[in-house]
């Protein structure tokens, strides 16, 4: 099972230059596409930057997000809560981030406990902080 943050689902929903790719291996990976319930926020937040840089059409944020609402209330992406166990995963993994280790910020981190709580082997991130981290964490590293 192969969890998606939200810089690959971004990709999904606003054209950049790898986005075919991205949509390849979601094909292939099949349905549905696991993410993190706070995926929802992030996405909105991350369609609104996109949209503010110019690198979307204007007024598209919110269209574009309605479609990934959409698509999560059809099942083709599943949400996995962001319960205790996530946070209790999250606490023990910042517990075990040394010095030498990838810095490792609070949403990654609740993305990677999330993938770990949720038996997901694999990761699929564009992020390179993320698949270091993702990587330490013991999870495959899932890309195009």
């Known amino acids: ?14 054209e950049e230059f790898d986005s075919d790719q991205w949509e390849g ?4 990976t099949g349905a549905p596409l696991r993410t993190s319930a706070l995926t929802v926020a992030e996405m909105a937040f991350a369609l609104r930057q996109k949209e503010r ?7 598209s944020a919110a269209k574009l997000h309605k479609i990934f609402r959409a698509d999560v209330r059809s099942g ?29 910020r609070t949403l990654d981190g609740l993305h990677l406990a999330t993938a770990r709580v ?18 330490a964490a013991g999870l495959r590293i899932v890309s195009p």
């Open 1 to 14: 099972m192969v969890y998606w943050d939200t810089t690959t689902l971004v990709k999904l929903y606003a």
């Open 25 to 28: 291996l979601a094909i292939r």
């Open 53 to 59: 840089r110019s690198e979307i059409a204007e007024e």
């Open 76 to 104: 083709k992406i599943r949400l996995f809560p962001l319960g205790n166990a996530v946070i209790e995963e999250a606490v023990r993994m910042s517990v075990g981030t040394s010095e030498a280790g990838p810095p490792l």
């Open 118 to 135: 949720a038996d997901c082997g694999g990761v699929a991130t564009a992020d390179k902080r993320m698949r270091d981290a993702a990587a």
